[in-house]
């Protein structure tokens, strides 16, 4: 209701201005939903319950907002009908494949379509974010799934290699994370542009991402997944440290809170990494027998 409050305005500008961002606003929550659905996928397929569970909730969290979008008219009927059919069969689908109780050819159809949907998109989210400092073009997203749908076709009818086909299947997790890891460079940029903004973000809610993200790094270490540390500490760093540092610079939180949180994220990585180096040393330690 408040989108379209803004709209009933007599200035065409200012309504132009709020249904773009309006736009955006809907984009960028179907973007994140996308995300949270690949790295669901991607968690489910590697049995990380843990991980799992919080994309899922991701998923959740995000689909009611764009539920309440719809509800206030400012998302089409038929796009959020699409959108709620691709969030329960994805949630379906997981569930079915974590218990491997699910057909797998059924799982490849699912794999190919995250792996195309989240190639197309990408180029297209880092696009957008420049726009109107450059032209706005759906070219990058068009170039993208027609390459992601070759790349699929390939890997299928065996024209790729082993090799080519094990890079095909894991593009939908990389995407992912590439999405939520251009998440804090869209911010930053829009900080940037419009500092007025930072007075919008919640303190409280970056150092949740900056605590999240910076947990889950142990985990990918142990497991010596690349894609979840690299998205993981792009997280900790980048988006929740990085946007309270922004705080701080523009005076929308106190000294005392920005030092407890330095604080805590030095601390955190120190004591994580000495453990790990540790645990090395013990590892390769060969008593003489």
Known sequence: MYFLNLCNGPNEDVVSR????????????????LGNLSLLSYFAKKKEKEAAVVQTLGVL??????????????????????????????????????????????WQIWEDFITVGGLSVLPQIMWSTFVPYIPNSILPGAIAFILAVAAVTMAHTGKLSEKGVKFVGA?????????????????????FLNPDNIKGLSAISMLLAMTGNGLMIPRALFIRDFMWFTGSTWGTVSYGY???????????????????ATVGLI?????????????YVLYSYQPET
């Open 267 to 279: 601390s955190w990585l120190g004591c994580f990494s000495t453990t790990i180096k540790l645990s």
């Open 61 to 106: 969290s995000t689909y009611v907002v764009i539920s309440q979008l719809a509800i206030a008219e400012a998302m089409p009927l038929p796009h959020f009908m699409a959108t709620s059919v691709v969030v329960g069969s994805g949630l379906i689908l997981n569930l079915l494949n974590y218990y491997n109780i699910l057909n797998r050819r059924i």
């Open 171 to 191: 593009i939908s997790g990389w995407t992912a994370t590439l999405l939520f890891m251009w998440m804090p460079v869209s911010q930053m940029w829009t900080n």
């Open 18 to 33: 709020n249904l773009r961002k309006g736009v955006l606003y809907m984009q960028g929550m179907l973007t994140g939903l």
């Open 242 to 260: 990085a946007n309270i540092v922004c705080l701080y610079i523009f005076n929308s939180i106190g000294r005392e809170f920005f030092i407890a």
